[in-house]
Structures are given as structure tokens and as C-alpha cells.
């Protein structure tokens, strides 16, 4: 039975909807050694960005950050239900499935 690397538990997804979300700050941001990081935006200036992550500001062009997902979509089964499919989210999504032992999905 499948079951068990398909779908998230009640207790994971509770876990996973306490993460903090805000739908016009959180962005993903290209890393230079390649991959994306979770940040937060703290100001636009023209076609650049100030994305705050780790503690660190970084000022990143505009059109280089992607939107994130809201939390009730982190870990989830069928990508093509994603608010924002883009590159990192389902980067992120496949990763954060592997790292919880869920290896399969619908898409």
C-alpha cells in the first residue's frame, strides 16, 4: 500500500500551516551556487528588490524572485494544484517530499 508515501499526515500538515506566510512578502530567491532560499521582500526599488533571509538583506532583481505557496500547499501530493507553479516551488515541493519519506506524487 502506497498509502504511506503519498499523502501527508493530519499531524504534518497541522505542523506545516504554524509556518509564518505572508502572500505579498514571501518570495523565493536564486542562490549563486544554484537552487532557490525562502525570504522575506522589506522594499522594492525600481526593478530590484531587498529580500531579507537568514538575517541577511540582499538586493535582488525583480524579476529574478518567484512567489511562494501558502503553507496548506507545502509537501503536497498533485503539483498542478499549486497556487503558483513555478521553478522553486516545485523544486521545494519535490525536496521537502523526499526529506518526509514521500516519495510519490500525481504529477
Not at 518570495?27 to 544554484?34: M, Q, S
Not at 501530493?77 to 517530499?97: C, G, P
Request: charged share 30%.
Amino acid at each position: 500500500d502506497p498509502t504511506s508515501y503519498l499523502f501527508v499526515t493530519y499531524e504534518e500538515k497541522q505542523k506545516d500551516l504554524a509556518k509564518p506566510y505572508d502572500p505579498k512578502k514571501s518570495c523565493w530567491f536564486p542562490l549563486k551556487e544554484g537552487g532557490y532560499a525562502e525570504g522575506i521582500i522589506e522594499a522594492t526599488e525600481g526593478d530590484k528588490v531587498v529580500v531579507k533571509a537568514s538575517g541577511e538583506k540582499k538586493v535582488i532583481k525583480k524579476d529574478q524572485v518567484q512567489q511562494v505557496n501558502p503553507p496548506k500547499f507545502e509537501r503536497c501530493e498533485d503539483m498542478s494544484n499549486l497556487t503558483y507553479l513555478n521553478e522553486a516551488s516545485v523544486l521545494h515541493n519535490l525536496k521537502a517530499r523526499y526529506v518526509s519519506k514521500l516519495i510519490y506524487t500525481y504529477s
